[in-house]
């Protein structure tokens, strides 16, 4: 497999700095006072960007298959009896592989329902997929080991704006991405680019220039890439194996979960609170329930830093006014989970070890049995 075979699909592609088209998309396709949809927990540079572009961001609930069709649709098809007077949303931020934060890779099944709401709603989707080159090998998968197609690839009808980075597959200090889009998109990037940014850095395209094409050529990246991607899965068994060990034992059994992952460089912790002391004291009000799991977060990460190990808040990349999971990540139940997000990106296998068991002993230190019941040191 070569890289013209990736990339045949593909209309017309364009390097640019993955800072721009992040923020070219979001200035370009949507005008102040617009609604963006995006996945309940999402990329939090696109929560901070929101805010001061004048964008409101709307969430559509996830499950163990990423964004939900059926939630999305039914977004849209309500949209102008609930809001009326406010402009439908036009554009859909996803991150179909490795998701940050949750891990969620789709399967293809999944892309092609929500392409379907797309076309259905007239929706352009942004697909932001830095990991898609991160897809864990399978055995026997060989050079082929990218099974899961791209939005930009499944769409007949040239709705999708791809953006690629290079941050994630060789050094993010490089700052260089590109988009790929139908032409007419391209060229309204383009224009932006050359008023605005005008160039991305001559050093690091030529660094990569040199790397990419005249050092390996595109077989040899193609195997970098395969390897990168069987180096972060191994690292992922090692950090889930940990995490069966520590957190899936004894008292932290029914009070830890997640998911295996297919890609990427995230694991999505979910912790149930339900049983602590602030949680069981607190009024069933909504709201005062969740900022008390705000509280409890905010415990949950002290401990654990206490303890030498530094986890993401969940609540960080949470695209809505609720912060936790007060609101189910499957569009069914309110939960009282917290979640945080671990990475074993950057460190050695016995690092990642060592930073799961303190992890659990953090946790163990709050949910810690007492008179046969879970229960907390209020502090
Ligand atoms: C989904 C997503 N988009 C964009 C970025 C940023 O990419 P870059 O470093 O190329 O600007 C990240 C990095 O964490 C990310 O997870």
Redesign the pocket.
Known sequence: MSLTSILRPIRIGRYA???ET?WLWRRRFADPGDFVLVEEY?????IEAAGPLGLSLVPVAMDSDGINPESLDEILSTWDELHPGARAPKLLYI?PTG???TGVTQPRHRRQDVLEVAERHDLLIVE????HYLQFPRPGSGSDYLSIPSYLSLSRSGRVIR?D????ILA?GL???WLTAPKAIVETFQAAHDLGFVQSSGVSQLVTYKLVSETWGHDGFLRWLQGLAGYYHAKATVMLRAMDRELGTGILADVCSWNAISAGMFIWLRIECSRLPEMSQTAVDAEARQRALLKVEDRIYTEAIKEGVLPCKGSFFRASTSPCGGASSNGAQPSDSIFLRLTFASCEEEQLVAAVERLGTALRNIFHPKSGVIQTEMV
């Open positions: 700095l993955q800072a992040q999402t990329y939090s540079g696109t991150i998701h940050n934060p932001d997929d830095p990991y953006l980075s290079t941050s994630k993010p700052r260089l991405g």
